[in-house]
């Protein structure tokens, strides 16, 4: 089984940010592969089905980006051998790029702490490039996000899943 979890903050007013990129790639796998979000569970809403072959949970944590850990958590004590994959803003990578990475620390991302802070550093993630701020890091990351930028990271993401699911 994989599970794949994209972080963001519950609640309309959060919908097109930076922070809920991850959010935005998992809707679009989603609509790809016609799993829809039916289930709540795990401090999240979550899909189960299958890609090409594989069977797959799609997760979005309802804990607020902080707080990502806990629903991660509970997927991992229930799903002991299951590899996860966590798909992410990140300001540290550059704008408009992903950046998959195997295992490593939380960075200077606080949803990535706090996962890390409670599972350890042993899981998959991919980091979509959201550029630096000039100014404020929480105002840059909950401000609406250019939506040609938006389109073309979900785009690179949902095919580095693809292919991270072969």
Known sequence: MRIIVGLGNPGKEYEN????IGFK???KLADDFSIPFSKKGYKAVYGEGKIG????MLVKPQTYMNNSGECLLMLKSKFKDARI???VDDIDTER???KYKLRGSGGTHNGLRDIVSLIGEEFERLKLGIGK???DLKD???HKMDSSLQTELVEKACQRVEEWLR
Do not use: A, Y
Request: net charge negative.
């Open 140 to 142: 840059f990351v909950l």
């Open 17 to 20: 940010t930076s922070h809920n």
């Open 96 to 98: 408009g790029n992903i």
């Open 25 to 27: 790639t998992v809707n």
């Open 53 to 56: 072959g594989e069977k797959i």
């Open 133 to 135: 701020p000039d100014g």
């Open 85 to 87: 994959l966590v798909i």
